[in-house]
């Protein structure tokens, strides 16, 4: 049976640095930032350009595959094209305070409107108290005043003429006033003279001054009628005069906000205001003195007057908001409060705007896993896009902890596309179980992996490199370098037809890279110092690989690279930790005898194997039943382990291996140890490709090569992962020494072959060939049969 082996050109995909038409990448003029992602950038464009409500965008795609700086720069360049949206400001409300308004202004309006108001503000603290200090005022009080007063008199006067009438004098003192009998003289009459006068004449004097108390006290009604309405004249005066003064000032605005109805309502709110406090303008504030707090003193606030400008425009376009801490109160803003007088006061002033107000209009970006990480603001994103308005509310009372009165902000209607980026398992969960989520993220924008290598996508991937290493300010890449940076993402890609995307690992690279070349006062990075980076990283993570390796050459952990074992085959494991995966050798053996047809995998039995890698070895049983003694009952008892593993063991690539130790202890034919095998198999026998194929045939070749290669050694990987291969340097070189090789296989049977040196055999009507792997197997099988049929039967077993 003739088996391929891989060739140094499939061993390694070299990208050839002279099909780039340029020295270094300082020469590429046009940079490429997106390529690869068709896809996902169609669904961004449509997302961000879909005018109706529940079209926002979940991006989907692994962490470091650039879908963070992607998303945001091409969003930023489709958002200069938008329309820029509106100010917005808080202001106060006259009618209620703790519900502040919420005004809209053109762009970049928000903080003339505030300087306005400033302006109009200062202007009347200047011209109110002038007015009220003119010769126009002060003559028209004084009429008042006068008239008043004559009134008051006129009323006096004719109390006092009706007591005149009765011989009653009345008298006024501090005391109010009061009525005494009049002598002949028309003098107050003394309690001495009084009392000398004859009765008759005091009673009727006593009933006199009984008529007068009740005139008194019409005359008292008519005197506070007529002061209550020289207040209401003073009052009216005073309003008279000061909305000449205020009218004229706010009239420019009113003129000029004609359009803004709201805006208008607030300025005539603010005019009303002005003129029923025009005292505070004045320094008369003793009315609106607090009673309640003795400590206040100092001149009159105007706080109320100022405008809070909440989200101001300070660019052309639409906001692109980055969120990078989510949190309720940063999405959705907060009010803010200040001590005073030992208590948390706050006011329309305080409210702070949320990312959602500064994106408003335009586009919010979250990173989801952030987001479902903070209390209520996944909720409350949710029922802010369902509303269309931005509502503030304190977390304490979405807790319920609190109840006391607090600001309610007018909520701010709401234009934004949100883009949440996460990992796919995020975004099928929330799928899967929040029924919402589907009618407000209706796009998805998946990322991909990978991109198909070919000479054009080589060139973008160099326009890709140049891009990446302008915008951090590193040395230009000479096209060697590029081409080494090429290799090393169709290695990270895990296939040598594909480039990989995962644009902060190749990021990386460069960034040390250039480190290295700025050492050695370089102009451009060049292919050695990608080696020399590469190596580096190696390094750094490579203690336990180290480790591992170290306690095989001690012998340690025992790893045969000669001579022949029977049910014994090198199996090839790989361990990824953290950005680091390396191979390594694990023996794997079999033991099998006479029993009721189970096949035990030791490391499922103690709970050390995955689903996966039990699924493997249960295929291992349905193929022995589908291929040999069909005509009888199963006898076979095996057990399957991985000597010296003290770890979990997940995944199927070693089904073949464990098949080749199993059909090797059946048929008692020794396997070569020089030889490793990794490769899944169906249940028809077919080898199925597997994953880190690299890093496996590389582990395995360290250790062989540790030892000194003798060209016998080698790895058995399936015929499908030849694409796969982007081996290291030093592989590539014993391949074409021919001190190691790689071989392809196909079927179980080319495997057992090449591992035992005899044919595996095909079935024929005769059976299978005599002296073949399969004949002995099979012949195995059905002794166990006999020996399982003699022991039922009281008999002894036959001797092997």
């Known amino acids: 049976?003739?088996?391929?082996?891989?060739?140094?050109?499939?061993?390694?995909?070299?990208?050839?640095?002279?099909?780039?038409?340029?020295?270094?990448?300082?020469?590429?003029?046009?940079?490429?930032?997106?390529?690869?992602?068709?896809?996902?950038?169609?669904?961004?464009?449509?997302?961000?350009?879909?005018?109706?409500?529940?079209?926002?965008?979940?991006?989907?795609?692994?962490?470091?595959?650039?879908?963070?700086?992607?998303?945001?720069?091409?969003?930023?360049?489709?958002?200069?094209?938008?329309?820029?949206?509106?100010?917005?400001?808080?202001?106060?409300?006259?009618?209620?305070?703790?519900?502040?308004?919420?005004?809209?202004?053109?762009?970049?309006?928000?903080?003339?409107?505030?300087?306005?108001?400033?302006?109009?503000?200062?202007?009347?603290?200047?011209?109110?108290?002038?007015?009220?200090?003119?010769?126009?005022?002060?003559?028209?009080?004084?009429?008042?005043?006068?008239?008043?007063?004559?009134?008051?008199?006129?009323?006096?006067?004719?109390?006092?003429?009706?007591?005149?009438?009765?011989?009653?004098?009345?008298?006024?003192?501090?005391?109010?006033?009061?009525?005494?009998?009049?002598?002949?003289?028309?003098?107050?009459?003394?309690?001495?003279?009084?009392?000398?006068?004859?009765?008759?004449?005091?009673?009727?004097?006593?009933?006199?001054?009984?008529?007068?108390?009740?005139?008194?006290?019409?005359?008292?009604?008519?005197?506070?009628?007529?002061?209550?309405?020289?207040?209401?004249?003073?009052?009216?005066?005073?309003?008279?005069?000061?909305?000449?003064?205020?009218?004229?000032?706010?009239?420019?605005?009113?003129?000029?906000?004609?359009?803004?109805?709201?805006?208008?309502?607030?300025?005539?709110?603010?005019?009303?205001?002005?003129?029923?406090?025009?005292?505070?303008?004045?320094?008369?504030?003793?009315?609106?003195?607090?009673?309640?707090?003795?400590?206040?003193?100092?001149?009159?606030?105007?706080?109320?007057?100022?405008?809070?400008?909440?989200?101001?425009?300070?660019?052309?376009?639409?906001p692109v908001i980055y969120e990078d801490m989510p949190t309720y109160q940063n999405i959705h803003g907060r009010i803010e409060h200040q001590a005073q007088m030992g208590m948390l006061t706050t006011d329309f002033s305080l409210i702070r705007a949320g990312a959602l107000h500064r994106a408003n209009g335009g586009y919010i970006i979250i990173d989801a896993r952030r987001l479902l990480m903070q209390p209520f603001a996944y909720e409350g994103l949710k029922r802010t896009l369902r509303s269309s308005q931005i509502r503030m509310e304190p977390v304490e009372r979405l807790l319920g902890l609190v109840s006391t009165v607090s600001l309610e902000p007018e909520p701010v209607p709401l234009d934004v596309k949100v883009v949440l980026i996460g990992e796919p398992m995020i975004y099928y969960l929330l799928q899967a179980h929040d029924p919402e989520f589907k009618t407000l993220f209706k796009v998805q924008a998946d990322f991909e992996h990978d991109m198909e290598r070919n000479a054009a996508s080589q060139q973008q991937y160099a326009a890709l490199v140049a891009s990446l290493a302008s915008e951090k300010d590193l040395l230009p890449l000479h096209k060697t370098a590029v081409a080494r940076v090429t290799e090393e993402a169709a290695r990270n890609a895990g296939d040598s037809g594909k480039l990989s995307l995962h644009i902060r690992k190749i990021a990386d690279l460069i960034k040390e890279a250039d480190y290295l070349a700025r050492k050695t006062d370089k102009h451009y990075i060049d292919c050695q110092d990608i080696e020399m980076a590469l190596k580096a990283s190696e390094r750094r993570g490579g203690r336990i690989s180290d480790r591992i390796f170290s306690s095989i050459e001690e012998n340690i952990r025992h790893i045969d690279t000669s001579g022949e074992k029977i049910g014994q085959v090198n199996g090839l494991s790989i361990i990824g930790i953290g950005d680091n995966a390396f191979g390594f050798p694990t023996r794997i053996t079999a033991v099998t005898r006479p029993g009721k047809g189970n096949i035990v995998d030791i490391e499922r039995e103690v709970e050390l194997a995955g689903p996966i890698h039990s699924k493997g070895v249960m295929i291992l049983g349905a193929f022995l039943n589908s291929r040999y003694a069909r005509h009888i009952p199963m006898g076979l008892q095996a057990s399957l382990v991985f000597e010296q593993s003290y770890g979990g063991v997940e995944g199927d690539s070693a089904s073949c291996g464990e098949l080749c130790a199993l059909l090797s202890s059946l048929s008692g034919v020794p396997i070569r140890q020089d030889i490793a095998i990794t490769g899944s198999v169906s249940q028809l026998g077919e080898i199925q490709p597997v994953g880190g194929v690299n890093e496996k045939i590389e582990g395995f070749f360290d250790i062989c090569n540790a030892r000194g290669l003798t060209g016998t050694e080698g790895v058995i990987i399936p015929e499908t992962n030849v694409r796969h291969l982007m081996l290291k340097k030093e592989v590539v070189e014993a391949i074409g020494k021919q001190q190691f090789s790689i071989y392809l296989v196909t079927k179980v049977d080319e495997a057992i072959a090449l591992l035992t040196g005899l044919e595996a055999g095909e079935y024929s009507e005769e059976g299978y060939p005599k002296d073949s792997i399969n004949s002995r197997v099979e012949a195995t099988l059905l002794r166990f049969a006999q020996d399982l049929r003699a022991f039922a039967k009281g008999k002894r077993f036959t001797k092997t």
């Open 1 to 318: 049976m003739k088996i391929r082996t891989v060739t140094r050109e499939e061993a390694y995909h070299h990208c050839n640095a002279d099909d780039f038409p340029f020295e270094t990448t300082a020469e590429i003029k046009e940079f490429a930032r997106y390529i690869g992602q068709d896809r996902a950038l169609e669904a961004v464009e449509f997302a961000i350009s879909m005018p109706l409500r529940g079209f926002n965008l979940f991006v989907v795609g692994p962490e470091g595959s650039g879908r963070h700086s992607v998303v945001q720069s091409f969003i930023h360049k489709q958002a200069k094209d938008k329309v820029t949206p509106s100010d917005w400001c808080y202001v106060y409300n006259f009618e209620s305070a703790h519900q502040p308004l919420a005004l809209e202004f053109p762009p970049q309006q928000g903080p003339i409107f505030k300087k306005e108001i400033s302006e109009l503000i200062e202007a009347i603290k200047t011209s109110l108290p002038a007015i009220f200090e003119g010769d126009d005022y002060r003559v028209r009080k004084r009429a008042l005043a006068e008239k008043l007063q004559q009134k008051v008199d006129k009323l006096y006067e004719s109390l006092i003429t009706k007591g005149r009438e009765k011989s009653i004098a009345v008298i006024k003192n501090d005391q109010g006033m009061m009525f005494s009998p009049m002598d002949e003289k028309g003098e107050p009459m003394d309690l001495e003279s009084f009392k000398k006068l004859p009765e008759s004449t005091k009673k009727e004097f006593e009933k006199n001054i009984e008529n007068l108390h009740g005139t008194l006290h019409k005359t008292m009604y008519e005197v506070n009628k007529v002061n209550r309405e020289a207040k209401e004249l003073q009052k009216k005066l005073k309003e008279e005069t000061a909305s000449l003064s205020v009218g004229h000032l706010i009239d420019a605005l009113l003129t000029k906000y004609t359009d803004h109805n709201k805006v208008l309502t607030y300025l005539n709110g603010i005019r009303a205001q002005l003129i029923e406090h025009a005292d505070d303008f004045l320094g008369n504030t003793a009315g609106h003195k607090n009673p309640f707090i003795a400590l206040q003193s100092g001149p009159p606030s105007f706080h109320q007057y100022e405008v809070n400008v909440l989200v101001t425009q300070t660019e052309d376009g639409a």
